[in-house]
T-cell receptor
Framework: NAGVMQNPRHLVRRRGQEARLRCSPMKGHSHVYWYRQLPEEGLKFMVY????????ESGMPKERFSAEFPKEGPSILRIQQVVRGDSAAYFC???????????????FGEGSRLTVL | EDQVTQSPEALRLQEGESSSLNCSYT??????LFWYRQDPGKGPEFLFT???AGEEKEKERLKATLTKKESFLHITAPKPEDSATYLCAGHAGGTSYGKLTFGQGTILTVHP
C-alpha cells in the first residue's frame, strides 16, 4: 500500500528558473494539500485541491506559484522564476473524503527539498 | 490570526525520564487539535486528534490531553527511538480539515 509519493526528493534550481514538484496521493484519496516548511519555521499551508479543482489557495503567494490536480496524473506545484527565498521543503499530504469517523489525519509524503542557487 | 505556539523549542531527556510538551493555541472556533511526529528528512506522521476540552488519547508511551487553551503531550519513560520533532496543529473548521495551523515544533532528544 504505497503512501504519498513526492518527486523529486531534491531539486536544485538557479534563480529565474522554474521548479515543478509532483505529488501522487495515497490510493483512494481525493484530497491533496501542499505545505511549505522554510528553514527554522513551521509548516505553512499553501493550497488545497480536489480533482480538477482548487478549493482553498489562501496560503499561496500571489505571484509565481500555481498548483493543479488534473483528472489524470499527479498534483503539480509549480514555481516560476524561483528566488533564493523559495528554498524550502515542500510537503504534499492527502486525505480521504471528509466525514464521520475520520480522524482528520493527513498522510504526508517525504517532501521535496528545493534549493535555489 | 490563528496561532499555535509550542514549548520548549528543544528538550533533552535521559531514557526513562518522563516529561511533557506544551502546545498553546489561539485558533478561532477550534475544530480539532492534532499532534504529529516528524523524523529528520521525513514527512510528519499522525499521532492524535483531540476535539474537545478534557479529551485524552494514548498510544504506547505517549498521551495527549486538551484544555480550552492548550494541549499537552506527555511522554512516559521515553526511549531513544522517541527522539523526533513533535508538531502540534490546530484546525479552525471551514471547507477542509486539512488546512492546519502548525506550531514550530519541539525537538525531543532522548539519550540512552
Amino acid at each position: 500500500n504505497a503512501g504519498v509519493m513526492q518527486n523529486p526528493r531534491h531539486l536544485v534550481r538557479r534563480r529565474g528558473q522554474e521548479a515543478r514538484l509532483r505529488c501522487s496521493p495515497m490510493k483512494g484519496h481525493s484530497h491533496v494539500y501542499w505545505y511549505r516548511q522554510l528553514p527554522e519555521e513551521g509548516l505553512k499551508f499553501m493550497v488545497y485541491l480536489q480533482k480538477e479543482n482548487i478549493i482553498d489557495e489562501s496560503g499561496m503567494p500571489k505571484e509565481r506559484f500555481s498548483a493543479e490536480f488534473p483528472k489524470e496524473g499527479p498534483s503539480i506545484l509549480r514555481i516560476q522564476q524561483v528566488v533564493r527565498g523559495d528554498s524550502a521543503a515542500y510537503f504534499c499530504a492527502s486525505s480521504p473524503e471528509q466525514g464521520a469517523g475520520n480522524t482528520g489525519e493527513l498522510f504526508f509524503g517525504e517532501g521535496s527539498r528545493l534549493t535555489v542557487l | 490570526e490563528d496561532q499555535v505556539t509550542q514549548s520548549p523549542e528543544a528538550l533533552r531527556l535521559q531514557e526513562g525520564e518522563s516529561s511533557s510538551l506544551n502546545c498553546s493555541y489561539t485558533v478561532s472556533g477550534l475544530r480539532g487539535l492534532f499532534w504529529y511526529r516528524q523524523d529528520p528528512g521525513k514527512g510528519p506522521e499522525f499521532l492524535f486528534t483531540l476535539y474537545s476540552a478534557g479529551e485524552e488519547k494514548e498510544k504506547e508511551r505517549l498521551k495527549a490531553t486538551l484544555t480550552k487553551k492548550e494541549s499537552f503531550l506527555h511522554i512516559t519513560a521515553p526511549k531513544p527511538e522517541d527522539s523526533a520533532t513533535y508538531l502540534c496543529a490546530g484546525h479552525a473548521g471551514g471547507t477542509s480539515y486539512g488546512k492546519l495551523t502548525f506550531g514550530q515544533g519541539t525537538i525531543l532528544t532522548v539519550h540512552p
